[in-house]
C-alpha cells in the first residue's frame, strides 16, 4: 500500500481525489492538507464537502511542517495554486516522493513562460527539466518512469486529445491555426469565492482573449499554434472544446477516422477517451465521469472536432489518478469506473 497525501484537500479537485484515493486497492489516504493559517484546518473533510460523508470524513489538517509530511508520503497529490506548487514542491521531490501536481506550475519549459503568464520568475529549474507532462493518453512511457507529474490544465486537456491524432498522424495544415473555443463550468476558477464567480455575476461570456495562459500550454505540447478562446458558462462543472481546423491536402474523413482509432483504440480500460465519430460530444455524459467523448466532421477541407470532459475530473483529478496508475503499474482507470 502507498501512503497517499493531498495538500489543497478542501478545494474542488482536491476533495475528488480524496473520494478516488480512498477507493483506490493500492492507495491509503494518510493525510489531508490545507494551508497553514487555513479557516477550515481541523473539519472533517465532509463537512465541507457533504456528499463525502461517510467515505471521507478525515480533518483537514493545516500545513506546517512539510518535512514531516513529506517523510510520512510515498505520493503527494498538489491540488494547490500554481504559486502555492511552485514554492513546495521541491520539497516533497528532495524526500523522495512521487509528486502529482494539478497546477500549472510545471507544465511548459519555456524561456520567460512563467514571467508572462503566471506572473513568476520560476526558481526550481532543475525540477521544471525533469517535470512530465501527465497528458495520460500520450505519455504513458514517460509518466511510467517520472518523480514529478504536471497534470495538464483542463481546457489543454479537451483540446490536445482531440487535435493531437491528426497532428501527430500529419493530417492538418497547421499553417491554418486551428481554432479552439471552449466553455467551462464555474467550477473551473476554484472553491474560493470571487466576485466573476458568484452565482448572480456569471453570464456566458468569453474571456482571456489572446492572453489566456493554455494557449502556449496548448501550443508547446501540441507543437502546432492554435486560437485558443475560454468562456465561463453558467453551469457548474464540464468543459465543451469545438474546434476548427484545416486538413492538409488530399486528407479525407475515412484518414481522420483512421487517425483517431489508432491513437484511441476502443479498449477504454487502457485510457479515458470514447470515439463518437459523427456525433457530436455533450457535457451530460462526462460529467461525472473520467472519460473524454470525442466527435468530429469533415466538409471538403476543414474539420469540426468537438470534445467533452469533466473539467475536475479529466481535466484535473481523475487524470492525476490516470498518472499515478500508470506511474505505479496499476490498470490505469483503477479507482475511476
Ligand atoms: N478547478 C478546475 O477545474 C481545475 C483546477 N486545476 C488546478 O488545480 C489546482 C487546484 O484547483 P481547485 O481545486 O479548483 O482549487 P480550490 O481553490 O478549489 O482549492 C485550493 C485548495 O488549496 C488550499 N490551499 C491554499 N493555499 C495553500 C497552501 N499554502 N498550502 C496548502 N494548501 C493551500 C485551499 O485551502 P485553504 O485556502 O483553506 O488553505 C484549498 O484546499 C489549481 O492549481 C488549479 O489551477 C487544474 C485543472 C482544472
Ligand atoms: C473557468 C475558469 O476560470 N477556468 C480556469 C482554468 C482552470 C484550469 O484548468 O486550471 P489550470 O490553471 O491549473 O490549468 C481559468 O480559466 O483560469
Known sequence: MLNTVIIGASGYTGAELAKMVSRHPQLTLTGLYVSATSLDANKPLSEL?????????????????LKTTAAAADIVLLATAHEVSHDIAAEFLDAGCQVFDLSGAF???????????????????????NAVYGLAEWNQADIAQAQLI?????????????????????????????????????????????????????????????????QPEISHHLNCDVIFTPHLGNFKRGILATITAKL????????????????????????????????????????????????????????????????????????AMQCINIRNGFPQLTALV
Open 49 to 65: 464537502h457533504g456528499q463525502l460523508k461517510g467515505m471521507v470524513d478525515l480533518p483537514l489538517q493545516p500545513l506546517t511542517d
Open 107 to 129: 507544465r511548459v519549459k519555456a524561456d520567460g513562460f512563467y514571467q508572462q503568464y503566471y506572473g513568476f520568475e520560476h526558481q526550481y529549474g532543475q525540477w521544471l527539466d
Open 150 to 214: 504536471a497534470v495538464p490544465g483542463c481546457y489543454p486537456t479537451a483540446s490536445q486529445l482531440a487535435l493531437k491524432p491528426l497532428v501527430v498522424a500529419g493530417l492538418l495544415d497547421c499553417q491554418q491555426w486551428p481554432v479552439i473555443n471552449a466553455v467551462s463550468g464555474v467550477s473551473g476558477a476554484g472553491r474560493k469565492a470571487s466576485m466573476t464567480n458568484s452565482f448572480c455575476e456569471v453570464s456566458l461570456q468569453a474571456y482571456g482573449l489572446f492572453t489566456h495562459r493554455h
Open 248 to 319: 492538409a491536402p488530399g486528407v479525407t474523413a475515412d484518414d481522420v477516422t483512421a487517425a483517431m482509432e489508432a491513437a484511441y483504440s476502443n479498449a477504454t480500460d487502457q485510457h479515458a477517451v470514447r470515439l463518437l465519430n459523427n456525433n457530436t460530444a455533450q457535457l451530460d455524459n462526462v460529467v461525472g465521469s473520467c472519460f473524454c467523448d470525442i466527435g468530429w466532421q469533415v466538409q471538403g477541407e476543414h474539420i469540426i472536432l468537438t470534445a467533452a470532459i469533466d473539467n475536475l475530473l479529466k481535466g484535473a483529478s481523475s487524470q
